[in-house]
């Protein structure tokens, strides 16, 4: 499978590895960061590996490597060649390097392409290089003698937002089906894709996801110009884009089964697919272990399925940091949250010397009126004091462990963090049990879990009397 990716000199990347996990590779970030030029990295490389394998002995590569026709790359979102190259070092004539690390039967293998524009000649075609061709014969020397073709040993296919399959698609062979997948293009043959398929298996894997059967047909078989599918009696035109997709992804795998390595790349599935059937989605291809899955998503329900380890998260920051890797444990509550929050709010880290963590929001406003209101009374500077909102207790540890880790560089060594929890969701004999795993998961040294008496912190007033009593004479000046 694919164990890192290595980009440099691409479209907005300018030199970014991305490690990656072997099943699951959940990237996310926010718009015009690079998610997508990714996956377009990742074809481009595909085409070079697929040019440079020799056509009379598919066993092995080319000595001398093979350039690309750039119309070969229609899949790119780019209107010419130069539009591939990273604005800021095009004018230096900087060359483009995708380096794909394979572990293939245990083994590493560092498969990596330097692509070029041709100087005096536009849109015509890019010069391909090895990076090292060491790697490349040792690959080769390894997957023979098991395969007898490289071309095979792995597929690389992508799964778009948006099915758009084709009104009349022609019947095709194998050898062309494949064509299609490795450009990028398997939706153009999604109907030739089912009927070559394992059928029935297929049909449980659409079954598990949708909740439903599903019976699959031609109609006017003799006819080999054009096929006519019909899902449950009806034309699969008629199908919902949701139902497409998912048909798009799982009659591409069928064909993956084949190959040694398989990488499914599955382009923002929360577009049409609804939250319950993306997370079936995910659960049916985990059974799946032999492909290797990459899926661009922005819908945070979905990332909320996803574990931390999964996740690929890309912003400003890692990305010129040069190293992507996958979520520590705990972080991904502060992500989603985009706890980076506004210059002012960071000021207020720095400089707080109590870090209050409440459930909800109205505990928040609550505890700032109390605060302005004690100080007023008592005519007193209550020191600086940062409270933040955890929205429930649902992963609660995680949120600790999310909030104690990304103020760490920011807040001063000796600040006290306390946790102020409800009662209501937790029983008295519970809380202490609970609270010595609460105080394993703040990173500080100074920390303390406070519970509220009743339901919320302005019951607190209500159930201790003495309280109650003590603020309204003071605050009504009753002898």
Known sequence: MIKEIHIKNFKSILDLRIKTDKQFNIIIGENNIGKTTIFEAIHLWKICYEANIQKRNKKLFYSNPKNINFADNEYLRVFEDKDLFNAENYKENQDIFIKICL?????????????????????????VEYIDKSQFMAFSNAVYPESFNLTNVILICESRPIANIVAKEPYMYKAQILDKLRRG?????????????????FAKHMSDIMG?????????????????????????????????????????????????????????????????????LIDELRGISKSQVFIITHNEKFINYIPDEEILYIDARRKQSGIIEHLQNGYKNLILKGLSGTIERIDELRNAKTIIL???????????????????????????????????????YDKLLSY????????????????LRDSDCLPLDMQSKSTKKCLKYITGDSKEILYQNGYGVESIFVTEINKLCSLLIKYYNIP
């Not at 293009?185 to 398929?197: A, C, D, F, H």
């Not at 006819?223 to 919902?240: A, E």
């Not at 409270?387 to 207790?393: K, N, S, T």
């Not at 104690?404 to 946790?419: C, K, M, N, T």
Request: some cysteine; aromatic content about 10%.
């Open 103 to 127: 572990d293939f039967k245990g083994n590493d293998y560092n498969l990596g392409f330097k692509i070029s524009k041709v100087k005096g000649l536009d849109n015509a075609y890019l010069q």
């Open 185 to 201: 293009k398997g939706y153009e043959v999604l109907r030739n894709k089912i009927i070559k398929s394992d059928q029935e298996d």
């Open 212 to 280: 439903k059967d599903y019976t699959f047909s031609e109609v006017d078989k003799d006819n080999k110009t054009y096929i006519r599918l019909m899902v449950n009696g009806t034309n699969i035109l008629s199908q919902g884009s949701g139902f497409l997709q998912i048909a798009e992804i799982f009659s591409s795998l069928e064909y993956s089964a084949e190959s040694d390595l398989s990488v499914l790349l599955i382009d923002e599935p929360d577009s049409h697919i609804h939250i319950s059937l993306q997370r079936k």
């Open 358 to 396: 409440c459930e909800g929001e109205t505990d928040v406003k609550f505890i700032r009126k109390s605060m302005d209101r004690y100080s007023t009374l008592n005519n007193i500077e209550i020191p600086n004091i940062y409270i933040e909102q955890l929205h429930g207790i649902d992963t609660l």
């Open 404 to 419: 104690s880790r990304a103020y760490d560089d920011l807040i001063q060594d000796d600040v006290r963090w306390i946790v």
